[in-house]
């Protein structure tokens, strides 16, 4: 079972981002806070978890959360500062939203841009770790699939459904074929059959 926190002091936000390595679509971070006593025995990281576990933990988590944010960064920003430094904004921004300041913040990885003067802690693989930072996971996956979806409509030859903005072979043989939508990431450079960052 997860850890419920990291610390017991300070109110304690856990934060994930999905989609970091995608070639359409923003960039997605969630924040959540947890009661101190919170457990559930299936939360953990979203990778490990199936599509419809993780839309039938978001409700859970949005429900027992002391406060819980989700906040995206566009493709045309990730163009403008880098991906890494847009998946610093979208968890920022997330913990902008809290209805609940954060006095602390978990981070799953090994890098962040502090937030104000709240002190952090970087944990690498700290989505299989801990539940508040696999509950951002789940909600930025999700909402970030939902957005895909529903960008897929207008888009349909990018296979957007099935691969939500990742670079699969199908992905990146339309943007080939078809050019790039004003929801690609222009600074991804597309090759065939490799992805290269410049």
Known sequence: MLLSKHQDVLVEAGCDEA??????GPVFAAAVIFPKDFRH???????????I????????????ALAFAVASVSAAE???INIH???????????DQLDLKAEYIIVDGNRFIPYQQTPHCCIVKGD???????????LAKTY??????????GFPQYGWLQNKGYPTIQHRSAILQHGFTPHHRR???VTDPQLKLF
């Open 53 to 64: 576990r993780r839309y039938e933990l978001r409700p859970i988590i949005e429900s027992e």
């Open 187 to 189: 600074s991804f450079r």
């Open 144 to 153: 970030r699939d939902d957005h895909m979806r529903e960008l897929a409509n």
């Open 19 to 24: 989609g970091r390595g995608c070639l359409a």
């Open 41 to 51: 025995e299936i939360l953990t990281d979203s990778k490990q978890l199936s599509a």
């Open 85 to 95: 430094n847009a998946s610093y904004l979208a968890m920022h921004r997330a913990l």
């Open 128 to 138: 299989g770790k801990y539940l508040s930072i696999a509950a951002a996971s789940i």
């Open 78 to 80: 990730i163009d403008k």
